[in-house]
């Protein structure tokens, strides 16, 4: 039941419970909390509240329940989201082995009655979980059909499998050379695809697939917006609009003539995509109109850890004599310098697809230069993932002003994997406490739907480091949950340049707020996981309880 269900412009006083208000080094709570009008009137005594509030306030006992900012998503893809909601998910006990992830395909097929031009997909699958610990085969997907393209994308979002009707349809035939930027698996010692697909390629076939119907897409989007909020963000981002599918822009203008988004939605765009979005949306890069906002562009610099493709300076363990021992670079120096020096002056803000060192390495070195030769300004960039950082590397981190986003909630799923492929340096792993240490503001985020956008598994991986064996890694590099929580509310802003607004309770800011079934920082850590979103208020209107 809705604790504060009430209209946006009433006036409302919480008490009753700990109020968090996220402001300061260490955990301030106050006894009462006045929303009116979308904005947080006052924060103090409730004494003062209700003298504040009036007599026909609208009164919300939190009954013990906790109170603190609503969570922002430093780094997600909504809209992706969107489109995999009607996507088979290819992990957990139900898909365990390739024939079980076959089975999985062919049931989302009848789930979506799929039509000519339809395509089956699913998304998720690690080999590490597989029993047959390697990718499936466009044979093996052959059996889900012959007739539909079939793609099953793995859980980095960077590789996939395909049968052979979705090679034919991109052109990934006998012969065929890999695409600048990707892999095309082969059939052992033949020129021949097998149906494994890394990086470019992937991308391309995401960009053959039909668009669905723009009314179709905006109930999708609504739910994913409700996804969420039911996990307490008040904020998220589509990262990479226009790149991943080539309806992306139509959901958002047919969702945005719907009426004002459920949330706040800040997107961001390839380089090849700045003209269309400043031309179609270039009132929105200050300010959010009907709750969707325009902030910046997004290059990838090198792949994903666990696929082995993310750009690192030592070889991965067992792989010393690949070709690609240290991962793949996606983008040389020259074109990153050419876009840095196109952008870092610019009104948007950068954001690198970088998970290996070498890739930072190469991200530091090219703002180096736009700085030399426009002078240091406030960007704000920011690392996307930045999973793996020397110890040396953090002291340049914060000279250059990059924020890193890392990636805390992989450790229940893929830490035994990744300390498999870096050995000892698993200690540089989504290291928070070593960015704390050197006074590097740091961000965490779900990369969603990739992972779910749960809040809860952003702080559990910073704070416990923990896999779903049991293993520990590197304990002495987390962080309390009072600081993985500023990484979801006050750090979050910060980095969206959205400081002023949200983050934190405190007078003039939105009220957007989320309540929890208890107090995160009371709780042994290792429960962290187990704490509840009792309810999601976005401007001081309820989008989400927790019995709807």
Known sequence: MSLSAHPADSSTVYFGGPILTMVGVEPEYV????????????????????????????????????????????????????????????????????????????????????QPGDWIIGAGWHPAVLAEHRPPTADELDEVSTEYPV????????QASVNHKALELAGYIAGVADPEGGVIGRVEETDVPNGYLEEAPVFHLRTL??????????????RAMTQWASNGFTTAQEDLLGGGASDDWDIVAAALAQGPLKIDVLGFVEPKNVAFAR??????????????????????????????????????????DSPNSCGV??????????????????????????NGDAALDQFMAGLTKAIAKHGKLDKRPVAIHCQLVRPEQWAQVNALGIIPSLYTSTFRDQADIVAKLVGDRISQHNAAGTALANN??????????????????????????????????????????????????????????????????????????????????????????HVKVVETIKAGTTVYTVDA
Request: proline share 5%; glycine share 8%.
């Open 440 to 529: 590097v503001l740091w961000t965490t985020h779900n990369d969603a739907p990739l992972l779910p956008p749960s809040a809860m598994a952003l702080l559990d991986g910073a704070v416990n480091r923990t896999s779903n064996a049991g293993n520990v890694y590197a304990p002495e590099v987390g962080v309390s949950t009072y600081e993985a929580l500023k990484a979801i509310t006050v750090s979050a802003a910060y980095q969206n340049f959205e400081e002023a607004s949200k983050g934190t309770l405190e007078v003039g800011k939105l009220a957007d707020l989320v309540i929890l079934d208890r107090d995160p920082l009371a709780v042994d850590p290792t429960e962290l996981l």
């Open 209 to 222: 697939m039909p668009p669905l119907a723009s009314t179709k897409y905006v109930s999708l989007l609504d």
């Open 279 to 320: 031309e179609n949306y270039g009132d929105r890069i200050t300010d959010y109109v009907d709750g969707f906002r325009l902030g910046g562009i997004k290059i990838f610099l090198d792949g994903s850890l666990g696929g082995c493709t993310a750009w690192i300076s030592q070889p991965y363990v067992g792989l010393e």
């Open 329 to 354: 670079p996606t983008k040389s120096d020259e074109e990153l310098d050419a876009q840095l020096d196109e952008f870092y002056p610019s009104d948007l803000q950068i954001q690198a697809h970088q």
């Open 151 to 158: 793609m099953a994308i793995h859980a980095s979002g960077h």
């Open 31 to 114: 006894e009462a909390l006045v929303v009116r009008d979308g904005q947080i009137e006052f924060v103090g005594s409730k004494s003062d509240a209700q003298a504040i509030a009036g007599l026909d306030s609208n009164r919300v006992n939190l009954g013990g329940k906790a109170l603190l900012p609503g969570f922002v998503d430093a780094h997600g893809h909504i809209i992706v989201a969107a489109h995999q909601i009607e996507q088979a998910w290819l992990r957990g006990e139900k898909v365990t082995s390739i024939p079980e992830m076959v089975q999985a395909l062919k049931e989302q097929a009848v789930i979506n009655d799929v």
